[in-house]
């Protein structure tokens, strides 16, 4: 037996990349949000008083808008590297894949009420009306580990609607 067949080897494999993951998404934003949020603070002290620095309100504004968008993303990877993944058990309702940018496509899906994302190679054989196991981050959405299982007895998948 090859250590690729392995699902211990996989899972945790899986599981590393995707702590990999929350650390890279903290270094790359948390920093601009720390200077996005300074500069906000300094320039809305320097617009308010007056100052001599340049500062405007369409500047704070800016700055204010971008220090909310970094802070969301390096606040909730933040956020998941104090805390365990959470395991969850249902029916896929809705699995569905976006392109994000011209490069990259996410996938996704939707178990009860959380809309997760994961990789493509960890989703691949996850459909729409499968009774999946799903360990995950609860504050990012990221998906450590899948799997999928017969679901307990007596239990029918929820009826989905028809899209357009």
């Given at each position: 037996?090859?250590?690729k067949?392995d699902?211990?080897?996989q899972?945790e494999?899986?599981?590393r990349?995707?702590?990999?993951?929350l650390?890279?998404t903290?270094?790359?934003?948390?920093?601009?949000?720390?200077a996005?949020?300074?500069?906000?603070?300094f320039f809305?002290?320097d617009?308010?008083t007056g100052g001599?620095?340049g500062?405007?309100?369409?500047?704070?504004?800016?700055?204010?808008?971008?220090?909310?968008?970094?802070?969301?993303?390096?606040?909730?990877?933040a956020l998941?590297l104090?805390t365990a993944?959470?395991?969850e058990?249902g029916?896929?309702?809705r699995?569905w894949?976006?392109r994000?940018?011209?490069?990259m496509?996410t996938?996704?899906m939707?178990?009860?009420?959380n809309i997760?994302?994961?990789?493509?190679g960890l989703l691949e054989?996850?459909?729409?009306?499968?009774y999946?196991?799903v360990?995950f981050?609860?504050?990012?959405a990221v998906i450590v580990?899948?799997?999928k299982?017969?679901p307990?007895?007596g239990?029918?998948?929820?009826?989905?609607?028809?899209r357009?």
């Open positions: 037996m090859n250590w067949d699902p211990e080897i899972a494999i899986q599981r990349g995707a702590r990999g993951s650390v890279r903290v270094v790359i934003w948390m920093p601009l949000f720390l996005c949020a300074l500069a906000t603070l809305l002290a617009t308010a001599s620095h500062g405007t309100w369409v500047l704070v504004m800016v700055l204010g808008v971008l220090s909310v968008l970094f802070g969301f993303q390096g606040i909730q990877a998941d104090r993944p959470r395991e058990s029916f896929v309702e699995r894949a976006r994000d940018s011209l490069v496509q996938q996704y939707r178990l009860g009420r997760l994302r994961g990789e493509a054989h996850i459909s729409e009306g499968d999946v196991t360990s981050y609860p504050h990012s580990w899948v799997a299982e017969q307990p007895e239990l029918a998948p929820p009826a989905t609607r028809k357009r």
